[in-house]
């Protein structure tokens, strides 16, 4: 297809794509997401580390998005034969249609808040202070993924309406998009813009934290744990941020990219949820390590009894005073 093409030609669907094997896939990944951050979410309420809001921000916008990617699968409305006569309603369609487009930049603006909080955070461990207007920063961060989610899909939703032809199933089967080239754009558009900060951020604290190493040491020769789990989650954020950006800048200059694509899409929200699910804290609580049993009844060992963490990746910082650390959820 040309690049020439006109960002308002309906473009037809690739029927070739269609493959039964890939459709079920996709779908058990975005329900390992789905559960997996339902599950991550409902397991850090019980634990003894104090995280962040955008901790769980980030974690909801990967529930967002599986949902999103899942509506035709809860509907009852996939074919695996590719030989279903009949259409998939168009209500659910173009909205499915509205909400798979806001769902990236969602996910991405997530993100912005997850690194922006980390740095945050380093920067508090480095120089015993905030930043300038760290609290607004953090309010901002907060509010932009929904403002973002909100503001794309009604642009996607009004886009299905006014062109109704332009909605359709994809060629893979696995759920509703628009045969316009616009909406895919603007979404691809809006996350690259959001991720440049992100990977900005990202190279900021992998040099601070090469910079400042022994700051992260805790009293010996070896860095302790805590440091080397959020070095390696750090190091996770790079990879989703570099892999992200690629494909967003991908997906701005193509209009059909397959449904490899898409499986490899559906492995991020994995990928999110074995990073943060894996951290020790929440292990123990679903391993049951930390109950404490008084006769028939089980309680937690009280939180102010555990060394104070950081709001975002659970690293000690217990030798600042609680009023200095990061905003942290009420």
Request: net charge positive.
């Amino acid at each position: 297809m040309s690049e020439a093409t006109s960002v308002l030609e309906i473009i037809p669907p690739d029927s070739s794509q269609h493959d039964a094997s890939l459709i079920i896939l996709f779908f058990v990944l975005q329900l390992i997401g789905l559960v997996g951050s339902i599950f991550t979410i409902v397991i850090a309420h019980f634990s003894l580390i104090r995280r962040h809001l955008t901790w769980y921000n980030f974690l909801a916008s990967w529930i967002i998005s599986s949902l999103s990617y899942s509506l035709l699968l809860f509907a009852g409305q996939i074919d695996l034969s590719g030989e279903k006569k009949s259409e998939v309603p168009f209500g659910l369609c173009v909205f499915q249609s509205s909400v798979i487009y806001a769902s990236p930049p969602l996910s991405a603006a997530t993100m912005l808040g997850m690194v922006a909080q980390i740095w945050f955070s380093v920067h508090l461990m480095l120089f015993k202070r905030p930043m300038i207007a760290q609290k607004l920063m953090t309010r901002i961060v907060l509010i932009l993924p929904y403002m973002l989610f909100l503001g794309i899909s009604t642009e996607a939703l009004v886009f299905g309406l006014m062109y109704p032809d332009s909605v359709r199933v994809t060629g893979s089967g696995m759920y509703c998009n628009s045969g316009l080239a616009i909406p895919g754009r603007i979404s691809a558009g809006v996350v690259a813009v959001v991720l440049v900060p992100v990977v900005v951020i990202e190279i900021l604290i992998i040099a601070s934290l090469r910079k400042f190493w022994s700051v992260f040491k805790s009293p010996g020769t070896s860095p302790s744990i805590n440091t080397l789990s959020m070095i390696i989650r750090v190091l996770l954020f790079s990879i989703f941020g570099i892999l992200a950006l690629g494909l967003s800048l991908f997906f701005f200059f193509t209009i059909h990219h397959g449904a490899a694509l898409n499986i490899v899409i559906a492995f991020i929200p994995v990928t999110a949820v074995f990073t943060f699910a894996s951290q020790k804290d929440l292990l123990e609580v679903w391993m049951f390590r930390k109950w404490r049993k008084k006769g028939s009844s089980a309680v937690f060992v009280p939180a102010r009894a555990m060394a104070e963490s950081d709001s975002t990746l659970g690293s000690p910082v217990s030798v600042y005073d609680e009023k200095d650390l990061p905003p942290l959820p009420a």
